[in-house]
């Protein structure tokens, strides 16, 4: 099961860190990836990590400005999200996955968190 937390409503060129505690002891197994979605529109792929913390991936329109990291002693992804902008605004989600070839699609997921609000004003 997993745990998404620490959105909230932040003003454009803010920052938030959101969190996304696992429980079981097979964490590290697990490539972890983030998403989010807005009203209308599909669930869009942000970033991606691999299971022992080496690897990451990100989309092109969050690069430079979003960080995911990890840490397997506490079962818990994190994603640093700074210079936020407007249309960064939607529902965040974890996933976990053991792919990373097909790890940009939501699809190949095995587990995913409930989504974390995040809304950037302008």
């Known amino acids: 099961q997993l745990q998404a937390s620490g959105g909230g409503l932040v003003q454009a060129g803010g920052s938030l860190r959101l969190s996304c505690e696992a429980d079981?002891?097979?964490?590290?197994?697990?490539?972890m990836g983030w998403f989010r979605q807005a009203p209308g529109k599909e669930r869009q792929f942000v970033a991606i990590?691999?299971?022992?913390?080496?690897?990451?991936n990100y989309a092109n329109s969050v690069k430079g400005r979003f960080t995911i990291s990890r840490d397997n002693a506490k079962n818990t992804v994190y994603l640093r999200m700074n210079s936020l902008k407007p249309e960064d605004t939607a529902l965040y989600y974890c996933?976990?996955?053991?792919?990373?070839?097909?790890?940009?699609?939501?699809?190949?997921?095995?587990?995913w968190g409930h989504g974390t609000q995040v809304t950037v004003s302008s």
């Open positions: 996933g976990a996955t053991t792919t990373w070839r097909l790890s940009r699609f939501p699809g190949q997921y095995n587990y």
């Open positions: 079981g002891r097979t964490f590290s197994v697990y490539n």
């Open positions: 990590i691999d299971g022992s913390g080496a690897s990451t």
